[in-house]
Structure formats: C-alpha cells, structure tokens
C-alpha cells in the first residue's frame, strides 16, 4: 500500500552484508543463511534482489573488509548501490534503481541492526515505502563496551518496535524468513 505511485513490486534489500561489517555479528552464521535463503525465495519468485554495499571506517572499497561475505553472490543483473552513510537512500542510486523497478515494498535484511539497518527502514517509510523487517535475517556486533544493550536485546528491540510501525499509507512490520512469501513477478 506504499504512498509511492505506479510502485507495486517488491524487491529484497541485503545491506552490507561484509566481511569486515558481520565478522564477529551476533548469530552471523544463521544471520547469513537466513538472508541466503531469502535470496534464494527472491529469485525464484522473480523477485530483485538490491545488495547495498557500505565504505568507509574501516570498509576500504576492493579491501576483503568490504567484499560481501563469501556464502552470497549477487547475480549480474542484481542492482548493486553502494553507500557511504548508514541510510542506503543517502547519497546513493538506490531510489532510482527501485524507481526503475517499479518498486513500493522492501523486505529489509542485512547489518548492522543498530545502525544501517535502521536508518534505512526509516529512510524507506519516510520516502513513502512500505517496509519489512525480516527478523532473523539481520545482526549486529557487540557494542556494550559503549554503553549499547547486548546484541541479542538489540535486535529484539528493533524487531519489536518495527512490528509496530505505523504511518498514513504505509505498512511496516517483522517477519521471520519461513514466513517471507515473495509472489512470482511481484
């Protein structure tokens, strides 16, 4: 039901899904499977998949820090944005890639849940998307040494008050990955 005109598809978003972002992520390895398998869901149901890719603090472009992790491989035809601030709208092509997809709804996945993955639902729903958080299928690292909640609380937070968005014209919500149904052609 996005606010966004003649926008009725979907497409999956992976954000930065890196080595250098998920090595040492809370659950990387089911984190990673997970949104493996949603790939996977995406394009057998025709559906993009949009990989967004982060530089920057750490994250030197062509350094094996900035590689996508090795389990997941975009196809040719798969829209590859890269980023360098944590909302994956900013600054980047991703609005006209989705623009040039006809796309209205994101299924959300990826790291890091305190701070890209966030920023980027919120960029998403006030851009006029709908927005899903697939809740098994983002992580973030451990940052209570600066005073964050565990990493675990954190992604249950996110997932929690994600499922609670609301805003006029729009849907959010989290799901778990058995639950994402992408529809052929969608």
Known sequence: MTTL?????????VVDVQNGVVT???????V???????VEKAREAEVPVVWVQHS??????????????PELKPAPAEPLVEKEYG???EDTTLESVLAGLGVGHLVVSG???????RSTLHGA?????????????????DLTNWGAPPPEQVIAHTN???NHQTAPGRTAGTVATKEVSFKAGA
């Open 5 to 13: 005109k003649d926008r009725p598809n979907t497409a999956l978003l």
């Open 24 to 30: 040492g992520s809370h659950e990387r390895d089911s």
């Open 32 to 38: 990673v499977a997970n949104v493996a398998a949603l």
């Open 56 to 69: 920057g603090d750490g994250l030197a472009k062509g350094s094996p820090e900035w590689e996508l992790v």
């Open 87 to 89: 909302d994956s709208f």
């Open 111 to 117: 790291a890091q849940t305190d701070a890209c993955i």
């Open 125 to 141: 729903f006030a851009r006029g998307y709908d927005a899903t958080l697939v809740g098994d299928a983002h992580t973030t690292e």
């Open 160 to 162: 929690l008050y994600w």
